[in-house]
């Protein structure tokens, strides 16, 4: 068994409940890869929401906390101020994250606390059927857009980045080295990291979204819809970017700025 596997995955637990083809797995070893590429397995904690990518962490050999739908921001952060040392790992959905979770993403960002989030984006509500999430494309017909939607769909990085994240990255499933390089760097940052990942979702997205349900042909449209930005290049149009979009390194984090106003009143020592 591969060796990641047998240290981070409880395997009396395997199958996974992912449908055949879905990027969540990807994700979960690039996560792992990171974190032992960091070698911080016990100084950090996962948080996850509901949702087909709030199960990525259940699976680890780590402290997990699994939480209520789109809460998973509130635990993380109320997590990070009682035990300050701890790497926190937040993986949520489009629909958890920018949804229901959506204001506390707000506060987050803003706050830009030393939290590393990571969003598995893929356009739909899958667990629960298939509705309409908050980044499916206009156009879509599914469950809840019968019609075909005509909403705007939101962009989580220009979102996050706009709030005051420090760290701000895009990367596909089609894109796994990138990915755990990311995330790690993220881990890394000293701040506020957000980190979508473009995930294929065969069952749900491949009949609404993609129209096409081969999860290899997903990836391969992932990899040819997508650019990384050079300097002078000129912008494809109807590409969407990947790559590092933000890493602000001189910006406070909250914890900092909640010792300095503690040492000031007395109430620590420094």
Request: glycine share 10%.
């Amino acid at each position: 068994m591969n060796r990641l596997y047998q240290k981070y995955i409880k395997t009396d637990l395997l199958p996974t409940l992912f449908c055949p083809g879905c990027g969540n797995g990807i994700i979960q070893y690039a996560a792992i890869g990171a974190i032992d590429s960091l070698g911080i397995k016990e100084d950090t904690a996962c948080v996850s929401g509901i949702g087909c990518s709030s199960w990525i962490p259940c699976y680890y050999k780590m402290d997990v906390m699994h939480t209520m739908h789109g809460r998973a921001l509130a635990f993380a952060q109320g997590l990070k101020l009682a035990q300050p040392d701890k790497n926190i790992v937040v993986f949520t959905g489009d629909g958890d994250c920018l949804a229901i979770g959506g204001n506390h993403l707000l506060h987050a960002c803003a706050r830009n606390i030393d939290l590393t989030v990571i969003m598995a984006n893929n356009y739909i509500y899958g667990m629960t059927g298939g509705q309409k999430s908050p980044s499916t494309p206009k156009g879509a017909v599914t469950k809840t857009s019968p019609f075909g939607s005509i909403d705007e769909p939101i962009d989580g990085c220009k979102l996050a980045a706009s709030m005051g994240a420090t760290y701000v990255a895009r990367w596909t499933t089609a894109h796994p080295v990138q990915l755990e390089k990311s995330i790690a760097q993220g881990i890394s940052h000293k701040g506020f990291s957000f980190i979508e990942v473009l995930c294929q979702c065969p069952v749900q997205a491949g009949k609404t979204v993609y129209g096409q349900k081969d999860p290899a042909k997903i990836l391969k449209m992932y990899k040819e819809n997508t650019y990384q930005y050079q300097k002078g290049m000129d912008i494809p149009e109807g590409k969407t970017r990947i790559g590092v979009l933000k890493h602000e390194r001189e910006a406070a984090e909250y914890l900092e700025k909640v010792r300095e106003k503690l040492l000031a009143r007395d109430v620590i020592k420094g």
